[in-house]
């Protein structure tokens, strides 16, 4: 089982920079991983996901150019680089961890390790 720990959230202004980690606990280097985010009364979303091993990167059209995902396996951790913030940013953010490979990768039900969130908040 993979434990998932996210950090990095916080207030920003509108065009600022966060960046988030997730660190995981256990053997994450033949897994998915991935970004997703939930904003008050909407439903969870997928913001980017990454292939471990073959290092492809998959993002959501909202945030595609703003942020980046990669992953450093050496510490067991992934990032989200989130440039240009937009108030419509704002949202808890999640990471994830799955198996395998999937048709959907920035889809919720194909992963089976979540964390705790990590709070963004955008101002305009």
């Known amino acids: 089982q993979v434990q998932l720990v996210e950090s990095g959230g916080g207030s920003v202004q509108a065009g600022g920079s966060l960046k988030l980690s997730c660190s995981a606990s256990?053997?994450?280097?033949?897994?998915?991983m991935a970004w997703f985010r939930q904003a008050l009364g909407q439903e969870r979303e997928g913001v980017a996901a990454?292939?471990?091993?073959?290092?492809?990167?998959y993002y959501a059209v909202s945030v595609k150019g703003r942020f980046t995902i990669s992953q450093d396996n050496s510490k067991n951790t992934m990032y989200l680089q989130m440039n240009n913030l937009k108030p419509e940013d704002t949202a808890m953010y999640y990471c994830?961890?799955?198996?395998?490979?999937?048709?959907?990768?920035?889809?919720?039900?194909?992963?089976?390790?979540w964390g705790q969130g990590t709070q963004v908040t955008v101002s305009s």
């Open positions: 990454i292939d471990l091993r073959a290092g492809s990167t």
């Open positions: 256990g053997y994450i280097s033949r897994h998915r």
């Open positions: 994830a961890s799955g198996s395998g490979w999937v048709a959907a990768p920035l889809e919720s039900n194909n992963y089976s390790n």
